[in-house]
């Protein structure tokens, strides 16, 4: 999908036109994305329901992670080479064979829904770089504020509901409505999605480097899986084996990448990272995405094993903060079109640090609105920080580089959310090690896990504070204002690609 770069003249608003195949794109990539954590309440539940074991279990949101890691680096090659329409018709239908496949899954053939949750994450891996790259293409510099605020809704809301959603539906329904209640509104997403969408751009030919994605595969799947693995009882391979094989893999496929670039002909464009501004923000998103997806598998621990809450409650408590990132997002994408970037993302990030400090005084006797108020805080601040940082980083990038960029930055997201999951789930593992569940000493001595694990993401949440206040407010006027001086690691990029 080869693109060209939208007029940007003061004042110029987005076509009717142009909101409308967004506003499809933005309802099929939250109905994908939703089930990226749908299941994150519902793995004991199903546990019983298949009669299999903790460690097996984990494989339905291990597959999907590590689906989505293999699959979204070769994203920005495919979305050069096929229309918009092809692109958004193939992903929904991959996306809802495996939701059909998930609903039917017999019981007593547990792989089947794990094979299911590759193929629904194969169809998601797609969606979030379409969206991403179709709205970079359409919309004007000076609009694209609001319409990233109203993206914010399926990028970052629909993670943040995923156990609200699970949870009501595990309390009146069966687990496979999980699945069933999704799949006819994705179908219609779909249906009515092609009947509307148009192309934007045309395609580019030329062919995939098969050793780029064979060692984006081995590299970016080895990593998320050793990472998942950490604080887990059970480990086929050792954490530490697979993650420094994973990022040796990488390296080479970063090598791989520089020497394809001297043909424009590589699968992953890593000449966005000599553009200091998408650089800082991906170095942002990395850190947000680890404290967000950090936060969000303690809290359900906490809820449920510490303070006894039930799946329902556990998700009506935390459905507030997603809510009120949804309902903010689209206000504050119109802030940021009339202010600039700095008076959103400074103070978010200072609010997700403050919030994240809250959580780490958190007891067997926190009061639950104080609980639902700090999260509020975090989601709000969230919302805040992701709508300027997305907006600004693809807007740094050149055109042609816009598919690349999205698919760099949801890869990074993916090892980002691995990692802030792993860091989380190994400190509390620490804390509960050898104490049965039913000890006098497990309650506190999870607490005390889930409360040393938020000093750690409030860590990373400070570091997002530092990249806020380096990050600039406003692209500077031009076309392709962003490649004078560059970060550290463009220069490297280039150090490096002159030696290969």
């Not at 899986?225 to 390296?251: F, T």
């Not at 809290?299 to 799946?311: A, D, K």
């Not at 990373?460 to 490649?483: E, Y």
Request: glycine fraction near 10%; charge should be positive.
């Amino acid at each position: 999908m080869a693109h060209n770069a939208p007029a940007s003249a003061g004042g110029t608003k987005t076509s009717a036109g142009d909101i409308a195949v967004l506003r499809w794109l933005v309802g099929a990539t939250f109905i994908v994305i939703l089930n990226e954590t749908i299941l994150v309440n519902a793995l004991p539940h199903l546990q019983a329901e298949f009669g299999v074991g903790e460690r097996t279990s984990q494989w339905l949101t291990t597959a999907f992670l590590l689906t989505m890691a293999v699959v979204i680096p070769v994203t920005g090659f495919f979305l050069q080479r096929v229309t918009t329409r092809q692109a958004f018709g193939l992903a929904m239908a991959v996306f809802c064979t495996g939701t059909l496949l998930a609903a039917l899954a017999p019981t007593s053939m547990f792989w089947v829904l794990v094979v299911a949750r590759v193929i629904q994450a194969s169809g998601t891996a797609v969606m979030m770089p379409l969206l991403m790259t179709t709205l970079m293409s359409v919309v004007p510099e000076n609009d694209r504020g609001r319409v990233m605020g109203n993206v914010t809704l399926a990028m970052s809301v629909a993670p943040a509901m995923g156990p609200a959603v699970s949870g009501v539906i595990l309390q009146y329904l069966s687990w496979r409505w999980m699945f069933g209640l999704v799949l006819p509104i994705a179908a219609l997403i779909a249906i009515a999605g092609l009947s509307r969408l148009k192309n934007i751009g045309e395609p580019t030919p030329g062919s995939i480097d098969v050793p780029s994605v064979i060692a984006s595969a081995l590299g970016f799947g080895g990593l998320v899986y050793g990472l998942s693995l950490i604080g887990g009882k059970h480990q086929p391979v050792p954490p530490a084996v697979l993650i420094v094989a994973g990022l040796l893999v990488v390296a080479l496929f970063v090598v791989r990448q520089l020497r394809l670039q001297r043909k424009d002909a590589p699968l992953l464009d890593l000449r966005t990272l000599k553009h200091r501004t998408f650089t800082l923000s991906v170095a942002l998103m990395v850190f947000a995405f680890m404290g967000f997806l950090g936060s969000l598998v303690l809290l359900p621990f906490y809820l449920q094993n510490g303070r006894g809450l039930s799946i329902l409650h556990t998700g009506l408590l935390m459905m507030p903060g997603g809510l009120a990132m949804g309902l903010l997002g689209p206000q504050v994408g119109k802030v940021f079109d009339r202010v600039g970037g700095r008076p959103l993302v400074i103070p978010g990030s200072i609010g997700i640090l403050v919030g994240m400090t809250l959580f780490t005084q958190v007891g067997a006797d926190t009061p639950y609105w104080q609980i639902i108020a700090t999260h509020v805080l975090v989601m709000v601040s969230l919302a805040c920080v992701f709508t300027p940082v997305f907006t600004l980083g693809l807007g740094a990038v050149p055109p042609n580089l816009y598919s690349h960029a999205s698919s760099l930055l949801g890869a990074l997201q993916q090892v980002a959310g691995a990692v802030g999951s792993a860091i989380s789930l190994t400190i509390l593992a620490s804390y509960i090690a050898g104490i049965h569940a039913t000890s006098s000493a497990f309650t506190p001595s999870l607490i005390n896990g889930v409360d040393r694990a938020f000093v750690v993401i409030a860590g990373l949440s400070a570091v997002v504070v530092v990249l806020a206040i380096v990050l600039p407010g406003r692209l500077p006027a031009g076309s392709d204002p962003d490649v004078g001086p560059m970060l550290e690691v463009g220069e490297l990029l280039g150090e490096a690609e002159a030696v290969v």
